[in-house]
């Protein structure tokens, strides 16, 4: 699950991980009355304003209504308002959204924290998250940080520095000061790096991330280490243990099929293929996209119906396929072990007759227990449904149509 900047400055800033101070709006009018507000707390008179949506690059993106950028700065409270105006309620378009961009709803108004100071300000680039190879939580970093780390990644990879923490001991002190080092800092900015980096990753420990990302992780001018923003991703499977994230969910950021299917009790992907997929088991699912991949189609979806499909999650299942316009076929790969094949088959037959007329023809594969009950009955049916046994005979079928 996936969190606005706000909320993850929040989250970091309970574990005492010092953030970019800020207020977040909904509307125009409460605009100038947050950024005094902010003024009382943090003393500044320069306010950046930043769209909230799910996706990087904003201050690059562009607003499609106004022209505005999607990370501003407002040199004085007197131009807060307009700033917020040329954001707020726009769709923003960035290199990780579509061409119709994503409507911001909410900005959050921040502190400057280029204010002038002894010393020079410098951004780095920080995250956290799971290395699957090796097994390991890394921190990866770069004394490059800012808008460009992907062409960073992409042209100067040696850049990028990586930490991997063993998990039977956890993060060292003597890591810590190594990272510390490798970013060139000394003195104060040295000691509050060192503080910085354990309470981070205490915090990607304590609630579960799949991620973070800190993009500018920034030294101020007088040696303040502060995360200027935050990209948290909630690992999915943990929210069961913070029931306060939870609430934290926005749901007009995802896709409205997904939320659906999430409702529905369906584990549903999204893509950009031309044959919807319906299967019972992630794996099962991973081959059926395969073997539809291998005969020529591209799949149109991942959905897994889980163990108890029955005709209700079947016909909610076809409901949700259909939806995409770009589906020329329907693969439904069912392997009946806790579930018997021939109820499955009745639930493909009765979800046909209730949606009625299914523009596209379904290529039903039923392997387990009554297979062979349900194959009959999928070809005594008479509905524009073609039954098959193998696996590569279902993908044959599945080209035959596409043809």
Known sequence: MNL???????????????????????????????????????????????????????????????????VVLAKGINEV?????????????????????????KVLIAQDVYYPGESEVKEFYMSVLLDREKGRNVIVYSTEGGMDIEHVAEHTPEL???????????????????????????????????????????????????????????????????AVDAKVTLDGNGLMRHPDYVAMRDKTEEDPT?????????????????????????????????????SGGNPANFLDVGGTANAERVEKAFHI???????????????????????VAQGIVDAYKNIGNIPVPIIVRLQGTNAVEAKKLIDDSGLNVHSAVLLQEAADKVKEVLA
């Open 160 to 226: 990028l520095h990586r930490e991997f923490i063993d998990p039977r001991v956890g993060l060292q002190g003597f890591q810590v000061r190594k990272i510390a080092f490798n970013l060139g800092l000394s003195g104060t900015a040295f000691k509050n790096m060192t503080k910085f980096i354990p309470a981070l990753y205490s915090a990607y420990e304590g609630i579960d991330a799949s991620m973070f990302e800190i993009n500018p992780l920034f030294k101020t001018s007088d040696d303040k280490i502060i």
């Open 258 to 294: 997904e939320v659906e299917a999430d409702e529905a009790g369906l584990n549903f992907v999204k893509l950009d293929g031309n044959v919807g997929c319906m299967v019972n088991g992630a794996g099962l699912a991973m081959a059926t996209m395969d073997i539809i991949k291998l």
């Open 81 to 105: 308002e307009d700033k917020v105006r040329g954001i707020l309620g726009g769709h923003l378009v960035t290199l990780q959204t579509s061409d119709k961009g994503k409507k911001v709803n």
């Open 4 to 70: 606005h900047e706000y909320q993850g400055k929040s989250i970091l800033k309970s574990f005492g991980v010092a953030v970019q101070e800020g207020v977040v709006v909904d509307n125009v009018e409460d605009a100038v009355a947050a950024a005094q507000e902010l003024t009382k707390q943090t003393g500044t008179s320069w306010y950046v304003i930043k769209a909230q949506i799910h996706a990087g690059g904003r201050g690059k993106g562009v607003v499609q209504e106004t022209g505005s950028h999607g």
């Open 321 to 343: 396929i259909l939806k995409d316009p770009n589906v020329k076929a329907i693969l439904v790969n069912i392997f009946g072990g806790i579930v018997r094949c021939d109820r």
